[in-house]
């Protein structure tokens, strides 16, 4: 069979980023298994970055092949096309995870690697308030500031002081003040090529016990509320949030339990797709256009994806 034009491009950028990666560069890597939905294809090229000095070579095989990047935190906000992500994604789970807790000034600094809600049960233990709502948020501190991660009438930006921020573009690697990184409900000014190294946290000192028992509260919140199984969280931003909520609107217009292959609206919360065990992330990807333009034509909300889409066409 002849091989495209863009096929020979693509291969081309390959090679271009694996040479200036060195032993770095794994090629063909499954990133779909590394997200929650546990489904999805493969990177062309994956990056476990072992130092904080490597993601200056990450940055040089970006500009030398001119391929994306993505960074994969906890995976639980990312969906990955079945046909895979063309780019370079990038890990820095096995660097990023110390934390240094300052009791004396209740501020903390936190890998990006770190998980959010073993972050929230080790503050509550040593007496540090302002991060219970973390408890039920299955994602990494890095994955937390880009989007904003929030929940029980909290989020990042309510503790969050400044990230250490190490620029793709440009090889920069700065401090930039919370104020400067442009949060938004679930959602921030980052590009895809500025990764969060770490974050420093304002929290206030208080009761173990009272911050213990709002941990129980949240976990026992969740699992009434919330499905298990393999999903990224509310798929859908809340139109008005505080007002009008996405899953009371795929309620309003019967999606309940609706199905699409092997994705399905979940029965227990209207706003988390599942996907079916070795299902289709495409799947996911059609189920949540169908729901959004039964939302749009039924009651006139727009419905804005929540879950970070990768490698889909638009
Ligand atoms: C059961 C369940 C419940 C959830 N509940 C909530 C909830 O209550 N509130 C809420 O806000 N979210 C919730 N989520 C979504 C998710 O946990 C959060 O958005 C979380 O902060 C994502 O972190 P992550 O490490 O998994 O990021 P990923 O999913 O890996 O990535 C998400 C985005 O962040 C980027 N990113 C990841 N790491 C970095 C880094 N180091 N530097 C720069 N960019 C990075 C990625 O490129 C991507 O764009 C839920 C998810 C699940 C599965």
Redesign the pocket.
Same mark, same amino acid.
């Given at each position: 069979m002849p091989v495209s034009a863009t096929e020979t491009g693509r291969s081309d950028a390959v090679e271009q980023a694996v040479a200036a990666l060195g032993g770095l560069a794994e090629r063909d890597v499954a990133i779909g298994p590394m997200?929650?939905y546990r489904v999805g294809g493969t990177a062309d090229v994956f990056v476990r970055v072992r130092s904080v000095a490597d993601l200056h070579l990450v940055a040089r095989a970006r500009r030398a092949s001119g391929m994306p990047v993505?960074?994969?935190?906890?995976?639980? =906000?990312?969906l990955v096309a079945d046909g895979g992500f063309r780019g370079i994604a990038v890990s820095?789970l096995d660097i990023?995870t110390d934390v240094v807790i300052d009791e004396s000034t209740s501020v903390v600094e936190a890998g990006?690697?770190v998980l959010?809600p073993v972050l929230a049960r080790r503050l509550a233990t040593v007496g540090l308030t302002g991060f219970e709502?973390a408890v039920?948020?299955?994602?990494?501190?890095?994955?937390?500031?880009?989007? =904003?991660?929030?929940?029980?009438g909290s989020?990042m930006s309510e503790s969050l002081l400044d990230a250490r921020?190490v620029d793709l573009d440009d090889g920069r690697d700065t401090v930039v003040a919370s104020a400067d990184l442009g949060l938004r409900f679930?959602g921030s000014a980052?590009r895809?090529d500025?990764?969060?190294?770490s974050a420093r946290l304002q929290l206030a000192p208080g009761d173990p016990a009272v911050a213990k028992a709002a941990l129980s509260e949240i976990v026992a919140w969740?699992r009434a509320m919330?499905p298990?199984g393999q =999903?990224?969280?509310?798929v859908f931003v809340n139109p008005v949030p505080g007002e009008v909520s996405a899953g009371q609107l795929v309620d309003e217009v019967g999606l309940r339990g609706f199905r699409h292959g092997t994705a399905s609206v979940s029965d227990k919360h209207a706003n988390?797709i599942q996907a079916d065990e070795g299902g289709s992330a495409d799947d996911v990807r059609e189920l949540m256009r169908q729901v959004a333009a039964r939302v749009r034509a039924e009651t006139g909300y727009d419905l804005r994806s929540?879950i970070?889409l990768v490698g889909f066409e638009s």
């Open positions: 997200t929650t993505l960074v994969v935190g906890r995976g639980s =906000n990312l820095l990023a990006s690697a959010l709502w039920g948020v299955p994602g990494s501190i890095g994955g937390a500031v880009r989007m =904003n991660a929030g929940g029980h989020d921020i679930r980052l895809a500025q990764v969060v190294v969740r919330q298990g =999903n990224a969280g509310s988390f929540e970070r």
